[in-house]
């Protein structure tokens, strides 16, 4: 392959063609000529299609002539042009700058253009004429110097005062607000220029004498004209500074010029090309030679073809392709003659030669040239015109492709010419010398060239363009290729690479700099590096290879960039790097500040060699006057000022440090001294917040007339501490070297350096022979470097660099240390195994050859591949290969002598560094063959016939058998006793072994057959087909003869079949030419027909007839198309051969398969017979299941033969049965409407009881067909989202039946990935039994959220009544929601897909329906909803941060005992808790954390909780005794009428029955201990009567507290206080009830949770605290009260024996029921005894209460009954108001009965 250099134009480029210039009658200058663009590297002429004056003018614009008018021609007054026109028309508006940036679009007649010459498109610019008014508003133009153009170094310059019209004047433009090089380039490109735009500030071309009209412009370089940019306004200037001209803007803009004569260049005059007789190019023409800016011709005296191959190899065609001779051509008396020109042939140019004189006296002719063209080698390829883009700096080479056919280079003609074509050559041409990855574009160019018809078809694996299928060579028609195959060869720039743009290249301070814009690389796609956070250490590596000092630049300096804004803040600790790549921790494409989302703040550079580089004046940027402290100079309207220290605080001065990579600084006052006099002061009280990076982005003041530069803010920078990185190289293996090397910054100031290194012992590292450490310096960074050579295990460990440094210049110290781990592991080792040991073996044994890597580092790293004889060996069916983890296991049972060979293993790993190795085994192993007639097995005389592990015996008359040992009386024809059957089909290269094995007498012998035909030589009963190839299909038939007959096995023929093999026959009409059949064979030989599978023409031949092509095509990987699909791509392929070789093929005919058919049954449904090989029998399912069978539709033989072709034989089938829905869903399919489809489903789904596991599956497949339709319409969206939750509906057992149930997650995870989220980017729907959510959401800046849903989960019956919630990261839980996730911000780690947003779905199912988990023990159930998440596009496992969940209970899973986190594993269709665990569980709720993202839920043990107790016989024992105490109690009660008249003894009769009650209910609690609804209500009941209880005895307390006081019965106390008693507590226990759950335990039917703790304990222990404290109340005031009486000389009196009474069982019911709790399950306790030991007391108490309540109120009534006997005067008889104190006097003081009776009581 050869390339060849040349010049060519670049891209947009116009220049007119036979241009001319004249002027007009008023004296206006005409330009006019045919006007050729340049596209892709050529220039190329216009067609006149749509050609008009305003495409006219924008040619006038670009080719600099702004102010003539442009008029179209299309008539041919400047000629017809020889190239071919490009393939569009233009539409432009007029005011566009290029031609280039029109509007542009395909031609109509494209075809005509060419043939009727009508690209000669051409324009004529004039003068215009001066206008009546001076100018126009906006118009523009430069004044004053060097306004006119200029040459200079190959550029063309203007340059000048800007001035702009308004009013019909011109005025000048203001430099102090606004001007920089955006708007100084949208006044270049106005007139034309680009390449070189510098603006000038303060009048650089002179005082402007018009107004100032324009001032604080701000563009983006993009307008036509400044009055377009953002400004103040046209002819409103508000700055203060600009009104006058001391500010004027100026310009310098500068383009390419075109080529000059330089002194000793070569050119051809009355050049002409052309192709030799023979084909060969030839150019030539009369030498011209440049001389003093001139050029000449050189006389022919002395011209000889050295001299003449000096010219052709300055011309480029070079000796070895082009063969000089000298010419002669007349001289003119205008020649200026070069004499005597004597060149050796090796010299450069003409100037290289011996020249003696200049001038033309004596000499009668002049020299020329021809170079004629070589012969080539056939084959050869080659691009010429070749360049390179400089638009485009990744361009490696372009050009047209031209191949040598027939000794001669022609011209690839662009039919079929495509990308993929260009980048096998690009790959082939490797222009960058293998040093980048290359992709190709093609194109089509023009070529001289005869062209070639050779039309290649790559599928891009080809190593060389010759590689790919393609046509014979044949020369092509000019007028059927009007272009030429061209390819654009482009570098691909690799992740991280940077570039500037924009390079500027000046004097600064008179020092020589370099800079641009800085461009990054990300995705094979450059785009620009925002300004945030850049500094001076990120530029640093911009400076890097060039090893110059960087000074970063902001605010898009050297304009916008284009592109993708690919990074902010960058941060690079790496201090090798070169490239951003050699920075592993950046983001690209997460831009997170507005400002970066656009190109106003891209980051610049500039490079100096020297460490004090200026500064450069840009607005914004910063400086201090010393090193890292001193006066703050701003750069304001582009000149250095200061700021005033007015205001002046640490945070404003901490800006400048930040701005000059430090990380702080704090206010300096003196030390630095005032700035320069000239400098203005631009700011005063400046207010910043912090999160500024520029001044002018804080808030200030004007600066007052107070501030001078005595008042300049000044600044000391903190310089930190030292920042160390540490770097790890080497394998880590043992014996290896390892080098840390550890970093600091500030190495161009420290002094005093010590590093020290600390070494896992602990101690610090000593050098010795193997370990050593060394120090090194540059511009920015020390680093010392630890070197450990022959590295051993005990070097592993963590090793510590520390160090401290004195920086003298700012008095400062820097230390820090950091660490690193280094692990040596040793090298693994490849242990090989083979059975037999020695290697040798025979065909009876088998080989076994078992390869293990150990000592792995990482196992799950490595891999082992088994190669045999170099080649790479697979698993077939003969030879098998078993992988392990870090190793492998190669078997061949039965092995033949071919397996014999050098069998290597090779493994490969990873080390402890990363880098990937391998190590190799290997073994040789000989097989040898074995005689199996050595010794003779056949008996009486027979003979043996060898084979592979077989051997056949011809038996004498008379005896039969497999070794002739039976004799055979009787004579009997031969039959086949044994046949060999083949399972399937064999791959290429297999052994196929036949047996056959026949008895008869006399004994028979053996002939095989194939399709019907003796096989040569095979007449032993086995047949070995050694290595099978396409020709050995058939059907093989074993033959057994004798004297009497002869039998076949035809019945079981073994048909030999390949994998991936099919065969097409084709018919072609030569017409006549059979030249044409070798031609097209080997056009067909090779030739892909599908690149997906690889799939290619392996042979191709004509039948004898000459007109049937046999095509065979082979698969690679044994698997083919359809048979359907490869018909049409090979059909394809024939088409297109035949329109070239004008050939006449029919579409081709399957031949060796039979091809997929559908067959429709009496129902009309359809059955798809599937592509069947000869020989195989297919079977078909029935299309929408059966119910009366298992599925089977019937079965159908591919029959024919390999010979004369295959063909379907008749089917055996049998009706499918079907239910009605079946039928329904079956009908459903035939539509192919996607609205009537699911409006069938929707119906037939309606009832989910009606629905079978065959109409599930069947509905579940066509869901999952209509998905993009529901995505996209919103009709059919509601009735999908129907059918999925009908199909919810159908029974568990239904759905696992069917198998569907995670289809139909599936299909719901699909529709949310690609349904539209709409503005609100959330998309949701709730259905009764699933609810759907889809988010997106930006990767920038994501930070993690939690979504929530709200529910009753015990009540709800549809999630459409539920509430959702989606918020920002909270660390706690809602208690409130039913369930919750929450996402981390790193579970977009690793998501490499190239969208900006990310899309969440989250499914809930209310249960678990769809998830049948076979294998889930009975004793665990779903505990609650289920939340299906996923991350679209996305495989999230092992996640750095887990997903947290939260689940709330169900009521079942409430009464469970532990739940478990798990997940849905689809691999083993269970429930599964790898990666999740349980974070919090309690009764109501479980929090989870998990490590991927899939199906959640919660498994709950419903095993039965082991009691904690038993409820002791002594309970009920105690309790019954004290029933029955209590009854008689009652009954005395009853009986007293003292008692029962009274309102205590009321009180005490309400309270005595509550307890009987209480009591009652507690032995049933215990008895019936289900957690049912009785057990509720025994609970419920007990709770109730237990503050009955409890309320009376405060009521009774209260009632002693009034008699006290007042001395006297309340006469209606008891009987207004029974309501308050009865029904206060059921209210309490009602409100309690609201948690019915929380009523009854296995053990013991009572309250628990929130009823028992504030429904039961707490009003137990308030009310019993109130009961005491009324006692003492009580007591107190019974003294006080006997204290008054005792003062009156009553009788001394004390506390009355019913108070007693009440404190005494108050005191026993408080004992008994608080030791009744304990051991009734309040507390747990581990050991068991202990709830015995408070049952027994609690016994014991209830029973002592009892009795005490019978004995101490049955003798108060006892007594009031013998009172009342005696004729006394009982308690609560009579008048009320006799009644006194119920005290006691004391026995010595003895009262009347009456009194006495009263007092007792």
């Excluded at 020589?512 to 590596?541: F, K, M, P």
């Excluded at 790496?574 to 970066?596: H, K, M, R």
């Amino acid at each position: 392959v050869e390339v060849k250099d040349s010049q060519a134009c670049y891209d947009g480029e116009v220049i007119l063609v036979n241009k001319n210039v004249s002027y007009n009658e008023q004296g206006n200058e005409i330009v006019g000529g045919r006007v050729e663009l340049c596209y892709k590297g050529i220039f190329s002429s216009i067609c006149t299609e749509g050609w008009d004056g305003f495409d006219a003018q924008v040619v006038c614009n670009s080719l600099g002539y702004p102010y003539y008018d442009g008029t179209a021609l299309t008539n041919r007054e400047f000629g017809t042009s020889e190239t071919y026109p490009i393939t569009f028309y233009f539409n432009c508006g007029g005011s566009e700058n290029q031609l280039s940036n029109c509007s542009a679009y395909n031609l109509t007649n494209f075809d005509e253009c060419v043939d009727q010459q009508q690209n000669n498109a051409a324009v004529l610019c004039t003068e215009a004429p001066a206008p009546t008014q001076p100018c126009y508003d906006g118009q523009m133009r430069l004044a004053n110097e060097s306004s006119t153009s200029s040459y200079y170094d190959g550029y063309e310059y203007i340059s000048g005062r800007v001035e702009v019209c308004y009013n019909g004047e011109f005025g000048t433009v203001c430099s102090n607000s606004g001007w920089g090089y955006n708007e100084a380039f949208v006044v270049c490109q106005y007139f034309g220029y680009y390449d070189i735009v510098t603006p000038y500030f303060n009048s650089e071309f002179g005082a402007g004498t018009g107004p100032v009209v324009l001032s604080g412009l701000s563009c983006t370089g993009d307008e036509y004209l400044l009055i377009d940019c953002s400004s103040s306004g046209l002819g409103m200037v508000t700055d203060p500074y600009c009104l006058s001209h001391d500010y004027d803007a100026g310009v310098t803009c500068g383009r390419e010029s075109p080529p000059t004569c330089n002194d000793g260049n070569v050119q051809l005059g009355d050049r002409f090309s052309g192709s030799t007789p023979e084909g060969y190019y030839q150019v030539g023409g009369r030498v011209e030679v440049c001389y003093n800016g001139t050029y000449g011709s050189v006389c022919g005296t002395g011209w000889d073809q050295n001299d003449a191959q000096v010219v052709c190899r300055y011309m480029g065609y070079y000796e070895d392709e082009y063969i000089a001779s000298s010419t002669q051509y007349d001289l003119t008396a205008e020649d200026t003659v070069f004499y005597n020109v004597d060149c050796s042939g090796d010299d450069y140019g003409l100037y290289d030669c011996d020249i003696d004189t200049v001038g033309n006296e004596g000499c009668t002719s002049v020299a020329g040239f021809i170079c004629t063209e070589a012969p080539c080698t056939d084959g050869n390829i080659r691009v010429v015109n070749d360049y390179y883009y400089d638009y485009n700096p990744d361009s490696l080479l372009s050009g047209v492709v031209e191949v040598c056919y027939n000794g001669v280079y022609g011209s690839i003609c662009s039919q079929g010419w495509d990308d993929t074509d260009a980048q096998v050559l690009c790959d082939y041409l490797n222009p960058s010398g293998g040093y980048y990855k290359t992709t190709g574009e093609a194109y089509f160019g023009y070529s001289d060239r005869q062209p070639i018809a050779i039309s290649f078809s790559c599928d891009g694996t080809e190593e060389n363009l010759l590689d790919c299928p393609h046509l014979p060579y044949s020369p092509a028609f000019s007028d059927s290729c009007f272009y030429a195959a061209a390819l654009h060869c482009i570098r691909v720039c690799e992740n991280g690479e940077t570039r500037l743009y924009n390079q500027n290249y000046t004097y600064i301070d008179g020092f020589y700099v370099s800079g641009g814009g800085v461009e990054v690389c990300y995705n094979g796609t450059w785009g620009t590096v925002c300004d945030a956070g850049w500094d001076n250490e990120d530029a640093r590596i911009l400076c890097s290879e060039s090893n110059q000092v960087p000074m970063a630049v902001h605010g898009s300096y050297f304009g916008p960039g284009m592109g993708p804004v690919w990074l902010e803040n960058v941060e690079c600790n790496n201090e090798f790097a070169t490239a951003f790549s050699d920075c592993p921790d950046l983001q690209y494409g997460v831009i997170t500040d507005q400002e970066c989302s656009t190109h106003t703040r891209d980051a610049g550079v500039w490079c100096k060699e020297d460490y004090t580089l200026p500064y450069v004046c840009y607005d914004g940027n910063i400086r201090l006057s010393d090193y890292a402290k001193g006066r703050v100079e701003v750069c304001y309207n582009n000149e250095w000022g200061t700021i005033c220290n007015e205001g002046w605080d640490d945070v404003d001065a901490a800006l400048a440090c930040r701005y000059n990579g430090f990380p702080g600084g704090e206010v300096l006052d003196t030390g630095f001294g005032p700035g320069n006099e000239s400098f203005r002061i631009f700011f005063s009280d400046v207010e910043c917040s912090g999160d500024e990076y520029l001044y002018h982005k804080c808030d200030f003041s004007a600066v007052p007339d107070t501030c001078t530069h005595a008042d300049d803010a000044g600044v000391e920078c903190l310089l930190g501490n030292a920042v160390i990185n540490l770097y790890l190289n080497g394998t880590g293996f043992v014996g290896s070297t390892v080098n840390i090397s550890c970093r600091i910054d500030f190495s161009s100031h420290a002094e005093q350096e010590d590093f020290k290194w600390i070494g896992p012992s602990g101690r610090e590292v000593v050098e010795d022979n193997r370990i050593t450490a060394t120090t090194s310096f540059d511009y920015y960074y020390l680093t010392s470097y630890l070197l450990i050579k022959s590295s051993v295990p005990s070097d592993s460990g963590s090793y510590d660099c520390s160090v401290s440094a004195y920086l003298s210049y700012y008095n400062y110290n820097v230390s820090n240390s950091s660490s690193i781990t280094v692990e040596i592991a040793p090298y693994p080792q490849l242990e090989l195994s083979v059975r037999p040991p020695s290697g040798e073996l025979t065909e009876r044994d088998s080989i076994r050859l078992e390869c293990k890597l150990v000592n792995v580092y990482n196992a799950s790293g490595s891999s082992v591949l088994w190669y045999r004889n170099g080649l790479l060996l697979l698993s077939s069916s003969r030879l098998q290969i078993e992988y392990s983890e870090g190793g492998s296991v190669l078997s061949v049972p039965s092995p033949l002598p071919r397996d014999s060979g050098e069998y290597t293993c090779q493994g490969s790993f990873a080390s402890p560094t990363g880098e990937v190795l391998s190590i190799s085994s290997s073994a040789q192993i000989t097989v040898t063959e074995v005689n199996e007639c050595e010794p003779n097995p056949c008996e009486n005389g027979g003979a043996c016939t060898d084979g592979i592990n077989y051997y056949s015996c011809e038996c004498p008359i008379g005896f039969s058998g497999v070794d002739c040992s039976n004799q055979d009386p009787v004579e009997a024809p031969p039959t086949i006793s044994e046949f060999s059957e083949l399972d399937g089909c064999s791959i290429y290269g297999d052994v196929i072994i036949l047996s056959c094995v026949a008895i008869g007498n006399p004994q028979p012998t053996y002939q095989w057959k194939k399709d019907g035909a003796d096989i040569t030589d095979a007449t032993s009963g086995q047949y070995i087909i050694d290595s099978v190839e396409v020709e050995d299909r058939g059907a093989y038939v074993c033959e057994a003869t004798n004297s009497l007959g002869s039998a076949e096995s035809r019945s079981t023929a073994a048909v030999v079949c390949l994998n991936g093999v099919v065969q097409f026959k084709a018919t072609v009409d030569f017409a006549g030419d059979d030249s044409l059949k070798e031609t097209i064979l080997q056009i067909l030989d090779g030739a892909v027909v599908d690149a997906m599978t690889g799939t290619t023409i392996a042979d191709a031949e004509l039948e004898s007839d000459g007109t049937t092509l046999t095509l065979t095509l082979v698969s690679p990987t044994g698997t083919l198309p359809p048979s359907s699909q490869l018909g049409q791509a090979l059909n394809a392929n024939l088409q297109s051969i035949s329109s070239i070789l004008g050939v006449t093929i029919s579409p081709p005919e399957l031949f060796d398969l039979c091809a997929a058919v559908t067959s429709t049954d009496e129902q009309n449904m359809n059955y798809q017979w599937p592509d069947t090989t000869i020989g195989v029998v297919a079977a078909v399912n029935c299309p929408c299941g059966g119910t009366l069978r298992p599925g089977i539709y019937g079965y159908r033989r591919c029959g024919g033969s390999f010979v004369d072709g295959a063909e379907w034989e008749t089917a055996s089938v049998s009706m499918c049965v079907q239910d009605d829905l079946t039928s329904v869903l079956c009908s459903a399919i035939v539509s192919d409407r996607p609205e009537d489809i699911v409006d069938g489903l929707d119906s037939v789904t309606s009832d989910p009881e009606a629905i079978s596991s065959t109409g599930v599956s069947v509905t579940a497949s066509l869901l999952d067909g209509l998905v993009d339709e529901a995505a996209e319409n919103e009709e059919i969206e509601m009735k999908f989202l129907s059918v999925v939750d009908n199909l919810m509906g159908v029974s568990a057992s239904v759905i696992e039946e069917s198998g569907s149930g995670q289809q139909i997650v599936s299909v719901l995870d699909d529709f949310l990935s690609v349904v539209d989220t709409g503005d609100d980017d959330i998309y949701s729907h709730e259905a009764i039994n699933y609810a759907v959510y889809a988010l997106d959401m930006s990767k920038a800046g994501f930070m993690g959220f939690s979504i929530s849903a709200t529910f009753d989960i015990d009540s709800v019956d549809r999630l459409s009544d539920i509430e959702t919630t989606i918020s920002e990261i909270t660390m706690t839980t809602s208690e409130d929601s039913t369930v919750s996730a929450t996402l981390p911000q790193s579970i977009l780690d690793g998501v490499t897909t190239g969208e900006e947003e990310a899309r969440f779905t989250f499914t809930l199912f209310r249960n678990d329906t769809l998830f049948s988990a076979k294998n889930m023990s009975e004793r665990f159930a779903v505990g609650s909803v289920i939340l299906n998440a996923v991350v679209v596009k996305a495989d999230l496992n092992d996640l750095a941060d887990p997903i947290m969940l939260s689940f709330k209970k169900t009521k079942e899973a409430r009464s469970g005992r532990e739940s478990t986190c798990v997940f849905w594993s689809e691999e083993i269709k269970e429930w599964s808790s790898d990666g999740c665990e349980v974070v919090y569980d309690d009764n109501e709720r479980t929090d989870c954390a998990c490590s991927h993202l899939t199906s959640f839920t919660i498994l709950v043990d419903l095993t039965p909780v082991e009691k904690q107790f038993e409820v002791s016989y002594a309970v009920y024992i105690g309790c019954g005794f004290s029933i029955v105490c209590l009854l008689i109690t009652i009954f005395v009660i009853l009986l007293s009428k003292g008692m029962r008249n009274s309102q205590m003894g009321l009180i005490l009769l309400n309270r005595t029955i509550g307890l009987v009650l209480l009591l009652a209910f507690c032995i049933v609690s215990g008895l019936v201990t289900s957690p049912s609804g009785l057990c509720a209500f025994f609970a419920a009941a007990l709770h109730y009567l237990f503050l009955v209880y409890l309320f009376w005895c405060c009521s009774e307390v209260i009632y002693l507290l009034i008699f006290t006081i007042r001395g006297k019965e309340s006469k209606y106390y008891a009987v207004i206080s029974m309501p308050v008693e009865w029904l206060l507590p059921l209210v309490i226990v009602g409100v309690s009830l609201i948690g019915y759950e929380h009523y009854g335990q296995e053990e013991f039917c009572r309250p628990y949770e929130e009823p028992y703790y504030y429904g039961l304990l707490l009003p137990f222990g308030i009310s019993y605290i109130f009961v005491w404290v009324m006692f003492i109340v009580v007591i107190i005031s019974a003294i006080c009260k006997a204290a008054s009486e005792s003062e009156k000389n009553t009788p001394e009196i004390s506390p009355s024996c019913c108070l007693y009474v009440a404190m005494l069982l108050s005191l026993v019911f408080g004992l008994g029921w608080v030791a009744g709790l304990l051991g009734l399950g309040t507390l747990s306790f581990d050991d068991v005894e202990v709830y015995g030991y408070f049952q027994y007391a609690f016994a014991g108490l209830v029973a002592l209460h009892g009795l005490l309540t019978l004995a101490l109120y049955c003798l108060v009534a006892l007594k009031g009954c013998m009172s009342t006997s005696m004729g006394e005067k009982s308690f609560g008889d009579g008048d009320p108001t006799d009644q006194h104190i119920p005290l006691q006097m004391h026995e010595e003081e003895k009262a009347p009965p009456v009194e006495m009776a009263q007092t007792n009581w």
